[in-house]
């Protein structure tokens, strides 16, 4: 069973830089589409930024230059570098993981809250 254990959210100043860590465990990480999300209260999760096995990046408008989707394949870890963050960063992140090779499966974090203060 995938488990994704999510770290590096906290508080911050506007223009400030953060790095979540997303450390994947389970399965095949190779097998796996990883990305961000994040979601503030009362609205829908959005996609972020997404990267498949070749290292290969699909980004949200939101992304523009100041976020960065990387990963690890030695650690099963996917990293999200954050930078110029400004208050409406605001939210709480999510990692997944989305299986593309074999049978289809969807696995999500348990969130990591990122707070940008102005």
């Known amino acids: 069973q995938v488990q994704l254990v999510e770290s590096g959210g906290g508080l911050v100043q506007a223009g400030g830089s953060l790095r979540l860590s997303c450390v994947f465990s389970?399965?095949?990480?190779?097998?796996?589409?990883m990305g961000w999300y994040r979601q503030a209260p009362g609205k829908q999760r959005e996609l972020v930024a997404t990267i498949n096995r070749y290292s290969t990046t699909n980004d949200a408008d939101v992304v523009q230059v100041r976020f960065t989707i990387s990963r690890d394949g030695d650690k099963k870890t996917v990293y999200f570098q954050m930078k110029s963050l400004k208050p409406e960063d605001t939210d709480v992140y999510y990692c997944?993981?989305?299986?593309?090779?074999?049978?289809?499966?969807?696995?999500w974090g348990q969130g990591t809250k990122v707070t940008v203060s102005s």
């Open positions: 997944n993981a989305e299986r593309i090779l074999g049978v289809k499966a969807t696995c």
């Open positions: 389970g399965d095949i990480f190779t097998d796996y589409r």
